[in-house]
Structures are given as structure tokens and as C-alpha cells.
């Protein structure tokens, strides 16, 4: 699990090389292979390739959880944005708030006599 993907990659190619010219081999000592050996053959690389699948999807849910905590990691150092926009939303309200108290006190009261 700690080799390379590519390395993975090229020991499953070249195992199953190997695997195939063996399988070829056999074919070309006996000329007419018994269908019962046939399908154990078949069974055997088939058996051999579902193990090479597993692996590879072990491995790509490994890639993909060491992403995740790079990523987690990476957004715990960007700082909290929602809570950014509501200081500075309480910021430009407070500072609407004593806009209108500085105007209302500097605007002068007429009062109609009655």
C-alpha cells in the first residue's frame, strides 16, 4: 500500500504478462487442451484480476481519504467566512445606526405653536 500507483500499475501489467505468456506456453505444448483445463485457467486469471481490481480501488480510496485531510487541512487555515460577512454586517448597521442618531440630533426641531 505504500508503493506508487504507477508502480502498482506496471507490477499488475507486467504480472499478468507473465501470467499470459505461461498460459500461452502451456497452449503451445499440448495442441488441443482439455475444455476442464480451459476453464480452470480462465478461472485462474480471472481470479487473478479481480485481486489486481481490489487492490487498485483499495488504493484509489486511499488517494482519495489522503485528499480529504488535505483539503480539511488546507480550509481549517482559511479563516470562517460567514462569520467575516456578519461582523462586517454588524459593522455597516452600527455605523447606519449612528449616521441617523448624528443626523436627527443635528437637524433642528421646528415646533409649530398651537
Do not use: W, Y
Not at 16 to 38: G, I, N, W, Y
Not at 72 to 77: A, H, K, L
Amino acid at each position: 500500500s505504500d508503493s506508487q500507483p504507477s508502480q502498482t500499475a506496471v507490477s499488475t501489467v507486467s504480472s499478468l504478462a507473465s501470467h499470459t505468456s505461461v498460459c500461452a506456453k502451456k497452449q503451445e505444448v499440448k495442441e488441443e487442451v482439455p475444455r476442464e483445463e480451459k476453464t480452470n485457467t480462465s478461472e485462474t486469471v480471472r481470479q487473478m484480476l479481480q485481486d489486481e481490481m481490489l487492490k487498485l480501488v483499495q488504493l484509489q480510496q486511499i488517494n482519495f481519504m489522503s485528499l480529504m485531510q488535505i483539503v480539511q487541512s488546507s480550509f481549517t487555515n482559511v479563516p470562517n467566512v460567514q462569520q467575516i460577512l456578519q461582523q462586517h454586517q454588524s459593522v455597516q448597521l452600527a455605523g447606519r445606526q449612528a449616521a441617523r442618531t448624528a443626523e436627527s440630533s443635528a437637524s433642528p426641531k421646528t415646533q409649530v405653536p398651537t
